[in-house]
Structures are given as structure tokens and as C-alpha cells.
């Protein structure tokens, strides 16, 4: 089979989708190359037009090609509204896999869409109008133009169901729940933290990350705690982000050790998600929730916000929280912190659920669910 | 028993106040039981020390900071003894005999309200004010000329007086609650006479009665002129518009009847009644008060840039909102102003309804504009104009209007007035092209930097505008879409409309119209009501777009239930909404929402989004929804389509509503500024 893949999030500034996106198709080519399939990358895909394709996904193989890299934004253009109007692919793949919400219409190829989460819709102010209008548009589009859907969980095909019920039964539309995993390699062993070992929250500054609520239990941890252990925020400027700055600051000046390490480039994620004492995952809303596994992996005990998906992806090995309320992190914060065996018994307990992930896997199930199409 | 309490509202300049009172003491009739109360309103000056020595029929009331006028009248009346007020600005001088036919109306007429008095520029002696009449859409202004024509021994009656020299019943005053004192020094007296008109009283003017006035000498009247219009308009405006066009009609009536009269009086002895060359001079007679009335005013001559106009729907809202504009401004004023308006040949039959004989079309053609003339029969050629530009010079324009916002002829030395319906690239960005985006910004700026004045069709737009491009309040003038009455009587349903009632999206397929979102909803809502689900009517500029909607909707599953009818001619339109069960109108950036208004035209209840300017046009009559969430706009829908009460509550008071919106009354604000914008006076 010949398979494409759209790698065109990877392009630029890298979050949650195209993280999906990166460690998919590399695991896809290395499950795929030996039972003999050919892979496409495509770095421009459908309305999604990259400024400069440097810094997308590159797999070296030459069973490995990528047409559009280093193709510009006006060709790129070209080159999409062309092949809606039935010109093939380059390569002619017989299956192509979207990850970045685009469903570009491809008369030639099978085009599988992945659903990564529906909260444009169900909760409008965790998306700017930017997303939702691609978004909604492009969700559409992909149930006239798809032959089959991936779920990045479980929680996501059914906030599908709940938007769009029965619509997956009525119109025979083969899916399957495809689960992101771990770029790190799993710990060996749960690591016993350090004293000044931080509390880590990883994810792009906005509003859904709920940053506000990490802060505010912060607060309220260090009022109380003896150890007094620092808070790393990791991740992106975002948007909508001006309050959580603000906060951040007035925090900062009181002399409190929060520090905001902006985006971390792979190597020293790896590093941070090692060294840190807990994982905080304060999201109102995620679809997978990529640090959360990697926390698990990572030998981490995580405190977690109750919603969406991530109980779905956190099991038993996780401690769940309501977003809404600092106080009861806060109290999750001090109970771990003051009971090292309670510590350790859910770095092991993290560990022992991260191998229910792994990119391997879902490579290896998506390999299967499209050569059933 | 006190017959007159004198009050007089002081706010610093004593040399005026020490001027009136001693005019005061010196006109007042001997026999009259009086007091003089003086309200200082918080003087910074030596006024204080002044009132310190007065004594009775003095009374001094102290504001312990400035009030207001309002507020220190209602004080003063407040207090007063006496059967009637005499409310008096402290830079009148008043002149013998100046009372007593005032309170002489009083006793002539039973239901006198407010009764003023004729009033002369202090410094030059012109008559300033003899009466208060409407204008230019409903805002008062003064009457300047010799009132004798309506006079019926010594009174006349006006729609309105000035309280700067008034009489009024003490009764009635605080039983009337007063001037409104959310007023800041302006309206407060025009408002008081209208709130006496709905009492069932008259306003009056004493003829007989004549007063000098130093006029504008009291601060603080023009700082709040823009918020005390607002509140004066929102209040009255629909009547003012109504008293606005009684007016003329009796002005016109008196003139000619007058003119008439004087014309006939020697015919009348050489000829006597009933022979031809008496009618033919009747005629003749009439024409030259025309004639004069236009001589007076003199024409302007309006350039229109249309050159973004396209036949058929493809301008979406801004082209029947600037055709009815157009149409009613030619029909109040049709004498006054006269149209040069640019447009591309393929528009010119749709042109030809809203113009009158005697406008222009310039039609675009290879560096030059094609002229044709408006008359009788059709379009007479008129010759070329060079597309350069100078065309505005050498087309006579006194001023360019440009309802497309932009216009290549913009120049900051030409009056001009933009019209801006919304600031989607600044709302919305992500709904264009980022082209479109840059484009739209660029020519914003040049916009705001040229025009004289901005039209905007909602406070909304007008606050995005100051806030994005730093035009000043004063500079725009909102006027609401109020076009519900262009739709002609229903016609025929078109082709493939359905019979039962249907939810109604009247809107262009653009992305900030949320087709997508309506359609997961209306999919929501339909899989709810099964059987009895109401279809879903899509009407619109078909484009590529459409067909994208077309595919969606497709693959929805909704084919059999969402209906596409592309651009709908009039009738057929009215015929829709005559059918309709409901709106819904889920567009995420709107600067007005003409819809809203013919839903509420045609009693369909409206379910409307909630942002943008929706709510400040809907106003209580939609049940508002956030638009960008499908399950809350499925639920709306659900209980707008099976409750009965909450429809007829929605539609009762979309009914009310519409009161509020009059085509009359915003042409006639929007002829105001034009004509304002020509002459180079503030309007």
C-alpha cells in the first residue's frame, strides 16, 4: 500500500497535533516499511500552507518521499486547488491520513481524518474564532470526504457522538480510537525526587490549559508547605494569555519560585519531565492529553483535572482533581509531598500504566484499520 | 398667595445674573405676589457672595456642586410657592411687558403646557427663537423667522419651547416629575414640552412677549451634546419625525396660502374669481414660493460612490440598506439634494427606480465616466467626465458619500461621509482571506483619515471604529438599517420552498455566517423532533461557497431537509418570510442584521446570536444564543419550534420594537449630515 501523510503541522511552531502527527508517521513508516508499504510526506496540506517546510518531519529512506517540501505558500496553493479539481497525488497513495483537521478533497485517494477533539463546539471560549472556523469547516468537510475516522480517545469519539449521533452508524464509516503515546523512552524505574524537585505543568499558555488553576493552588501549596518546592510552567506563549502572565508576575515579585520556562525543545522536555517531582495536568479540556502520558512514562506521579479525556488516559495510575477548584489540588499537592510512600507508589503505578500506550502500537492498528478500507 | 415663582438656575458669570435680576425687579408688574428663587449650582466666583446679601422675595438654594440645569430647576420648583414658574436663564434681559401676555395665555387657553416667548440675540438683535420645531429627522431646532403666519391673536403654537424664558403650572411641573435630569444641559426643555404634549397640553408662544438673550453665554451646554441627543432620540424620535413632517406640511400650506393671497389681491380687483389667466397666475404664484423656498436653501448636489454595486445579491445587506436610503432621501428632499451617483452600467435599471429626474448616473468606461441624465422618460446621454481626480470638482459635488466605505475620490479637502457596517477584519479576521484582511485595514486607515464623517449602522460599529481607528465620537452618526419596509406584499413561494413552516437563514455564504455550526445544530435538533422536525431554509448570493455548504449539508445527511434557494427576488422573499416559522440567524459578526427587522416586520419570532451588534438591534425581541455552540443554538431551536407562548411573546415583541426603526426618520438624520457635511457646518 501506498500511504500519505500529512505532516503539515509539523512545519511549524509544534503543540499537541502535530506532536500526534510527528510521532505517528514515524511510527507508521517503521511498522510499515517492512511489510512493504511506501509512504508520502505531504509538508502543505489542503488549507494548510506552510510559510517555510524546514522544520517539518523528514524521514530518511527512499521509500520515504516528500513532494512538497520546500514547495512555496502560492505553488502549494496551486498545487492543492489542482488536485481537487482531480489531478492525483503525487505517488498515487491509495490511502492518505489527515492529523491536522484539514479534509482536503482527494477524487484519487482514501482520506482518513483524525479527530483530535471537538472543543470548538462544545466549548467555544477554548478556541479562538482562527481555530473554530478551519475547524468546523473542515470537520464537515471530512464526513462528505472521508472513508475513515482515528479517535485520538475514546473521550473524543464520544464527544463525536454527542455532536454528530448515530452519524458514524449511519453512514457505515469505519473508525478507530488511535491513542497518542510517549516520545520519551519509558524510565527504567520510578526516580526518588529531589528536595527542590519542581512541581511541572506542560502545555502552551491558554485558556483551556487552565494555567490560572496551577498558580492558584500553588499559592495556596506553598502557604502551607514546608519543602516549598518550585512551579515550572512549560510551554508556549499560546493566546488569550495576558491574565495568566499577569498572575505569574505578581507571584514572581512576592518572591514565590514560579518560573515560566516558555517553549522547551525536545531534549530538555525530556530533562524536565525527569528531574520534576509531579506532573500537574490542570486541563478543563483535552482530547488526549500528550504530557500526561508523557508524565506517566516519565515514572511521574500526575495530579489531574477529572475532565475530558484524561482519566480515560491517566486509569487508576493518576490523582483526579475538578478544575475548578485550586483547594483540592492544593490538598493533592501537600498529601504527595508529605507522603513519600505514597510518592513512590504512584511513579510505579505511572510506569506501569504508560505501557498501555505506544506509538508501536497504534502504528500498527492504523496499519491494519486502513487496509481494511 | 404667591401667583409667580421666578427661578433662576446660577452657575458663575454674576455680571449677567446682576443684569437679569435688576431687569427682573425693574419688569416686574407691581401688583404681582412673587418670589425669586436663585439655585447656585455650585458657582466658583464671587456669586455666592453676591446671593449672600439678598434678602426676600429673595429665596437662595445652594448646590453644594454643579448639578446641572436640570437639576437645579427641579430644586428650585422643588420649594416654590407659587401657582406658576417662570424659569429663566441668568443671561436674559428682560424687557417691560414682558409677563404679562404670558400668563395671559394661560388664562386664554386651558390646556396651555409651556408657554415661551419671542427672543433676540442680546449682542445683534436677530430674532434667535420663536418656537421649537423638528428637523432633519427629528432633532429641535430653533424657528427664526417671523412666526406671524400662525399666529392666532398673540399665541402661536409650536411643537416645542425653549425654557431659557418659559411659563409653566407648578402643579403640572412636579407632577411631570420635572426636567429629566439624566439630561446634561441641552434637550432637558424640548423633552419637557413633549412629555406636556402627551399630557394633552399645547405649547405656546407670546408674541407679545419679547426678551433679549445673550446666547450660549452659559457653559457647559456642548460638551454633552452627543450623549443628550442620544438619549433625547431614543427616547422621542419616532414622534419627532411624525411632529417633523406635520410641520412642513402646515409651514408649506401657510406659505403658499400666504404667498397666494398676496399674489391675488390685485387680481382679485381686475379680474375678478374663476377666469383662466387667474388660474394660469395661481399656478405661476405657487411655482415661485417653489421656486424662492429653493433659492433660500440652494441644491446639493450629492456624488455617490457605487462602484462596488453588483446586480443581484452578491453585496448582501449594504445594497438594499443604501437603495431605500437613497429612495426616501430623494422623497423628503428631492429638491434639495440632487444625486451624482457612480455605478457600473449593469446596475442602472436597479438605480433607475431610487433615482429622480433631473440626477446623474456616471457610468465607468476606459479612463473616462459615461454621464447620463434622469428624466421622465428614462436616461438622456449627458456626455463624459475624465476618471481622474478630478472628478469630483468637475462633476459639482458638494459632497461624496461613499456607502461602501472606501472611495478612490475620498479627500480630505472634500466633505464627504463614509458609510461602515462592520469591522469583520478587526472582529473576525479569521473569516477572510488574510489578503482581504490587509486590504480592508489598509483602506480603513486611509478612510479614517479622509472622511469628514462616519455612517455607521450600529453604537457597536461606532465604538470598534474609535477604539481601532481613532476617529473621534462626534465625527459618526448611527442610523439603523431600518429598510423592513423596502420587501414588497408576499408573492409566490419560490421553487422548492416548503409548505410547512421552516427555520429561515437568510445570509450570504460567508464563513462568519456559521453555516457549519447551524447545520451540526439543526442536525441536533432534527434528530430530537424526528418527524415533525421543521425544515431549514438557506437563502444567498449563490457562490462556490454555497456549493461547499451544498456538500457539507450532504454529507451531513440532511439533504432532504436543508434547503438551498440561492438569491431570492423580492416578492418571493416576502413570501418566505410571511412562511416562516422562525429565524435563526447564528452569524458570528454582524454591525447591524437587517433580518432581525423583517423577521419582526413579518411576526416571525428570532432566535439571533449574541455578540456583535445583534443584541443592541434585537434589544429584547430574540432569544439570544451563543452561535459558536451547537447544542445551545439545537435547544433554542427545539423550544422556539413546539412553544407557542414563547413565539407569540417573541413576536409581540419584535412588533414593539420595530416602533424604534423608521426609514423616514434615520434618511432624514443621514440627509442631515450629508447636507450639513456640503454646507461645511456642524451638524
Given amino acids: ?373 | 398667595m404667591v401667583q409667580v415663582s421666578f427661578i433662576l438656575p446660577l452657575y458663575n458669570q454674576l455680571a449677567h445674573t446682576r443684569a437679569c435680576l435688576d431687569s427682573l425687579r425693574a419688569t416686574v408688574p407691581a401688583e404681582l405676589a412673587h418670589e425669586i428663587i436663585l439655585v447656585d449650582d455650585g458657582s466658583t466666583d464671587d456669586t455666592r457672595d453676591f446671593l449672600r446679601e439678598l434678602a426676600p422675595p429673595h429665596v437662595v438654594l445652594l448646590n453644594d456642586r454643579n448639578r446641572g440645569y436640570a437639576a437645579a430647576n427641579n430644586r428650585g420648583a422643588r420649594v416654590a410657592q407659587g401657582e406658576f414658574l417662570a424659569l429663566l436663564n441668568n443671561d436674559l434681559v428682560l424687557t417691560p411687558g414682558w409677563l404679562q401676555p404670558m400668563l395671559a395665555a394661560f388664562a386664554r387657553v386651558p390646556r396651555a403646557g409651556v408657554v415661551g416667548n419671542l427672543q433676540l440675540n442680546a449682542t445683534t438683535g436677530a430674532l434667535d427663537h420663536a418656537g421649537v420645531v423638528f428637523r432633519d429627522g427629528g432633532y429641535p431646532v430653533h424657528v427664526r423667522t417671523d412666526p406671524d403666519d400662525f399666529a392666532v391673536a398673540g399665541l402661536a403654537e409650536f411643537p416645542a419651547v425653549t425654557a431659557a424664558c418659559c411659563l409653566v403650572r407648578r402643579d403640572w411641573f412636579l407632577r411631570a416629575g420635572g426636567f429629566d435630569e439624566g439630561y446634561l444641559n441641552g434637550f432637558e426643555d424640548t423633552d419637557l414640552c413633549l412629555r406636556a404634549r402627551e399630557d394633552g397640553l399645547i405649547n405656546l408662544v407670546a408674541l407679545d412677549s419679547v426678551v433679549r438673550h445673550h446666547i450660549s453665554a452659559s457653559p457647559g451646554r456642548g460638551a454633552h451634546e452627543f450623549r443628550n441627543a442620544r438619549r433625547f432620540l431614543a427616547r422621542w424620535a419616532p414622534r419627532t419625525a411624525a411632529l417633523e413632517r406635520e410641520w412642513n406640511l402646515t409651514a408649506a400650506r401657510l406659505h403658499a396660502a400666504a404667498a397666494a393671497r398676496a399674489y391675488f389681491a390685485p387680481l382679485h380687483r381686475r379680474l375678478g374669481l374663476g377666469a383662466p389667466a387667474l388660474r394660469r397666475a395661481h399656478r405661476r404664484a405657487l411655482a415661485a414660493v417653489r421656486q424662492a423656498r429653493l433659492a433660500r436653501t440652494g441644491r446639493i448636489r450629492v456624488g455617490v460612490d457605487l462602484l462596488r454595486l453588483q446586480a443581484g445579491g452578491a453585496n448582501g445587506g449594504v445594497k438594499p440598506f443604501v437603495l431605500a436610503f437613497l429612495a426616501e432621501i430623494g422623497r423628503q428632499r428631492g429638491a434639495e439634494f440632487n444625486f451624482a451617483v457612480l455605478a457600473p452600467a449593469d446596475v442602472r435599471d436597479e438605480l433607475a427606480a431610487v433615482l429622480r429626474p433631473g440626477d446623474y448616473l456616471l457610468e465607468p468606461g476606459d479612463n473616462i465616466f459615461a454621464v447620463r441624465r434622469r428624466t421622465r422618460e428614462g436616461w438622456r446621454d449627458d456626455g463624459t467626465l475624465p476618471a481622474t481626480d478630478e472628478l469630483p470638482a468637475r462633476a459639482g459635488l458638494d459632497v461624496l458619500y461613499a456607502p461602501f466605505g472606501q472611495s478612490q475620490f475620498l479627500r480630505p479637502g472634500l466633505p464627504s461621509v463614509s458609510l461602515i457596517v462592520d469591522l469583520l477584519h478587526r472582529d473576525l479576521p479569521a473569516a477572510l482571506p488574510a489578503e482581504e484582511v490587509n486590504h480592508r485595514h489598509a483602506w480603513f486607515t486611509q478612510v479614517a483619515r479622509d472622511a469628514t464623517y462616519f455612517q455607521c449602522n450600529s453604537r457597536q460599529v461606532v465604538g470598534r471604529l474609535v477604539e481601532n481607528y481613532g476617529v473621534h465620537p462626534a465625527q459618526c452618526l448611527v442610523t439603523a438599517n431600518a429598510v423592513q419596509g423596502r420587501l414588497p406584499a408576499p408573492g409566490a413561494l419560490p421553487a422548492g420552498a416548503p409548505e410547512e413552516p421552516f427555520f429561515f437563514y437568510p445570509a450570504n455564504f460567508w464563513p462568519h455566517k456559521n453555516h457549519e455550526a447551524l447545520f451540526v445544530a439543526y442536525r441536533l435538533y432534527a434528530l430530537g423532533a424526528s418527524s415533525r422536525a421543521w425544515p431549514l431554509v438557506c437563502t444567498g448570493h449563490p457562490d462556490e461557497r454555497m456549493e461547499l455548504l451544498r456538500e457539507l449539508r450532504d454529507g451531513l445527511g440532511l439533504k432532504d431537509r436543508v434547503v438551498f434557494l440561492g438569491h431570492v427576488p423580492d416578492a418571493a422573499f416576502a413570501a418566505l418570510w410571511a412562511r416562516a416559522g422562525a429565524l435563526v440567524f447564528p452569524s458570528l459578526c454582524e454591525g447591524f442584521g437587517i433580518p432581525l427587522l423583517e423577521a419582526m416586520r413579518f411576526g416571525v419570532p428570532i432566535i439571533a446570536a449574541n455578540s456583535s451588534a445583534l443584541p443592541e438591534v434585537a434589544g429584547d425581541a430574540c432569544l439570544a444564543v451563543d452561535a459558536r455552540d451547537p447544542q445551545a443554538l439545537a435547544e433554542t431551536m427545539r423550544r422556539v419550534a413546539i412553544r407557542t407562548d414563547l413565539k407569540e411573546a417573541l413576536v409581540a415583541r419584535g412588533h414593539a420594537r420595530l416602533a424604534a426603526f423608521s426609514l423616514a426618520h434615520e434618511a432624514g438624520r443621514l440627509a442631515h449630515l450629508l447636507a450639513a457635511a456640503a454646507r461645511r457646518v456642524a451638524p
Wanted: proline share 8%; charged share 20%.
Fill in chain 1, 1 to 373: 500500500m501506498r500511504i500519505g501523510l500529512d505532516v503539515s503541522q509539523t512545519c511549524a511552531e509544534r503543540a499537541g497535533c502535530a506532536w500526534y502527527a510527528d510521532a505517528l508517521s514515524r511510527a507508521l513508516v517503521a511498522e510499515g516499511l517492512p511489510r512493504g508499504h511506501t509512504f508520502e510526506l505531504y509538508h502543505h496540506f489542503g488549507g494548510w500552507i506552510n510559510a517555510d517546510t524546514t522544520r517539518g518531519t523528514m524521514i530518511d529512506d527512499p521509500r520515504v518521499t516528500a513532494p512538497l517540501r520546500g514547495l512555496n505558500p502560492a505553488a502549494a496553493r496551486e498545487f492543492w486547488s489542482e488536485v481537487a479539481t482531480g489531478e492525483p497525488l503525487p505517488g498515487k497513495p491509495d490511502v492518505v491520513l489527515s492529523f491536522s483537521f484539514h479534509a482536503p478533497k482527494l477524487p484519487h485517494s482514501k482520506l482518513v481524518y483524525t479527530v483530535h477533539d471537538l472543543a470548538f463546539w462544545l466549548h467555544p471560549d477554548f478556541a479562538t474564532d482562527d481555530t473554530r472556523l478551519v475547524c468546523q469547516r473542515e470537520l464537515l468537510q471530512a464526513l462528505a470526504r472521508a472513508a475513515g475516522f482515528l479517535f485520538v480517545s475514546e473521550h473524543t469519539r464520544r464527544e463525536f457522538e454527542l455532536l454528530l449521533p448515530n452519524w458514524l452508524e449511519l453512514h457505515s464509516r469505519p473508525n478507530l480510537v488511535a491513542p497518542g503515546a510517549s516520545r520519551f523512552p519509558a524510565a527504567a524505574a520510578p526516580r526518588p525526587a529531589a528536595d527542590n524537585a519542581p512541581w511541572l505543568v506542560v502545555g502552551s499558555l491558554e485558556p483551556r490549559k487552565n494555567h490560572a488553576a496551577a498558580l492558584d493552588a500553588y499559592e495556596l501549596y506553598h502557604e502551607h508547605s514546608s519543602l516549598r518546592r518550585p512551579l515550572v510552567l512549560a510551554g508556549g506563549p499560546g493566546w488569550k494569555s495576558a491574565a495568566v502572565s499577569a498572575r505569574l508576575a505578581e507571584l514572581q515579585q512576592r518572591g514565590l519560585p514560579v518560573r515560566h520556562a516558555g517553549y522547551v525543545a525536545d531534549a530538555d522536555l525530556a530533562a524536565l519531565y525527569a528531574g520534576a517531582f509531579a506532573l500537574l495536568v490542570p486541563s478543563w479540556h483535552e482530547g488526549f492529553g500528550l504530557p500526561l502520558v508523557e508524565g506517566l512514562a516519565a515514572g511521574l506521579p500526575v495530579l489531574a483535572s477529572e475532565r475530558a479525556s484524561l482519566p480515560e488516559v491517566g486509569g487508576h495510575a493518576a490523582a483526579y482533581f475538578p478544575p475548578e477548584s485550586p483547594a483540592a489540588l492544593a490538598e493533592a499537592m501537600l498529601a504527595l509531598e508529605n507522603e513519600p510512600a505514597s510518592r513512590a507508589q504512584r511513579a510505579a503505578a505511572s510506569l506501569e500504566r504508560s505501557r498501555a500506550f505506544s506509538w508501536a502500537a497504534t502504528a500498527k492498528s492504523v496499519l491494519e484499520f486502513t487496509a481494511r478500507l
